[in-house]
């Protein structure tokens, strides 16, 4: 091929690469405010919020770039959405199990956070009370400075956390409560009813898990006693020892403990540090006896 062809040949690929549509070059580029996503489990129920992170960039925040007593999107880009997998109260009043918009309406007294069922808004745009699932009241606390808007999940418990949001020089905090024992005893109740005749490692673990968390006491004896008649073994006559105790007889538990102990012992699946947590406790309830 001459020179001069082969350099028309290149020119006509050239402009046929510059013509290509658009859609053959896309990419992806940074967004000034960035996409976060939390998560947090309390007790067994899992709350997410999903939201963008605007900076202060030397702005005035409250009242200026957020203006009172408007509803806003409680970040930047799309409406920050909040997830809870179960049913949760939120500062007292019950929230359902679902995916919400969380928008609020901030004033320098307090704040007005709504969780609405409107959850794909960009922004607050088009936002309607008409579809408020709740609305909470919270009081805002000056903080530290903050450059990038953040969520977070303190302090959290087996039944409780609060959801903080962090901003500029303010924190807005809101008190979620979940009825974890509950939600596990519905659980427990359904998980023994469906047991095998042959399993008494479900009865065993609700029987466990009731007497640690101290609800449906009588439950709790009976799932023992159907695990214990089962299968006899350095767990069940354990447990069956710690109910007695609880119950105040300190003798029947010595002698259930004993028998724990003597099983474990006899079962090389037992660690050494088990069967020494047993007499431990072996050693506390015969002083109560003597």
């Not at 968390?213 to 709790?220: L, N, T, Y």
């Amino acid at each position: 091929m001459r020179p001069v062809q082969a350099s028309r040949l290149s020119a006509v690929l050239l402009a046929a690469l510059l013509a290509a549509p658009a859609s053959a070059q896309t990419f992806t580029t940074p967004r000034p405010s960035p996409n976060a996503k939390l998560t947090q489990t309390v007790g067994i129920t899992d709350l997410t919020v999903t939201y963008s992170r605007p900076g202060v960039k030397g702005r005035a925040i409250w009242g200026a770039l957020v203006p009172w007593n408007q509803p806003w999107r409680t970040g930047a880009n799309e409406a920050t959405q909040f997830t809870c997998a179960d049913d949760i109260s939120v500062e007292g009043q019950k929230l359902a199990a679902g995916t919400y918009a969380l928008v609020t309406i901030p004033t320098a007294e307090s704040w007005t956070v709504i969780f609405s069922k409107q959850k794909e808004m960009w922004g607050s745009t088009g936002y309607d009370a008409k579809n408020d699932a709740l609305r909470v009241t919270v009081k805002p606390v000056a903080a530290a400075h903050t450059e990038r808007l953040e969520f977070t999940f303190d302090d959290p418990g087996n039944d409780a956390v609060t959801l903080n949001l962090r901003w500029e020089k303010l924190s807005v905090p809101v008190k979620i409560t979940v009825d974890t024992n509950g939600k596990t005893l519905t659980a427990a109740r359904a998980a023994v009813a469906a047991a095998k005749p042959d399993d008494w490692r479900t009865p065993y673990r609700a029987a466990n898990w009731a007497n640690d968390a101290s609800v449906a006491p009588d439950e709790a004896a009976q799932w023992a006693q159907s695990a214990a008649k089962v299968k006899e073994n350095f767990h069940t006559a354990g447990l069956l020892a710690k109910l007695a105790a609880k119950g105040g007889d300190s003798k029947k538990a010595a002698e259930l403990m004993k028998k724990s102990i003597a099983l474990g012992k006899a079962d090389t699946t037992v660690v050494k540090e088990q069967i020494e947590t047993n007499e431990k406790l072996l050693a506390e309830w015969s002083g109560k006896t003597k």
